[in-house]
């Protein structure tokens, strides 16, 4: 297996990793159960991590951005892929919220969830 194979499998582990973690905090503070890869896009193949379709809602884990080596989020194309596709998300009329390692495991990604949904199902 060469090398950028490996570093992929690495990456997608972590990346595996860090959802669950997401979702597993999700659970524990019993908020609604979101849509797990969920393609948000009527034409292309794009997917949020997590969705509550209902409220328009994307949750995006980032992960490698604390990584010493850029990961494919880093990198310039990569970087520019995810403009793309979280603008071509807004002009959906959907709210992305993006959340590094770091804000997930400090619980910061939780609040701002907990947030996004109590606003989006006000009034």
Known sequence: MKCNNIQKLHAESKRK????????????????????????????????DFAYPDLMIGIECEGGTWAKEAGRHNRGKGFRDDCIKYNEAALLGWRVLRFTSDLIAGGMALQVIEKAIAGATEG
Not at 26 to 40: D, G, N, R, S, T
């Open 17 to 48: 990793k860090l959802e669950k973690q997401m979702a597993y905090q999700i659970k524990v503070a019993k908020l609604p159960k979101p849509e797990e890869e969920y393609i948000f896009h009527p034409d292309r193949k794009w997917r949020f």
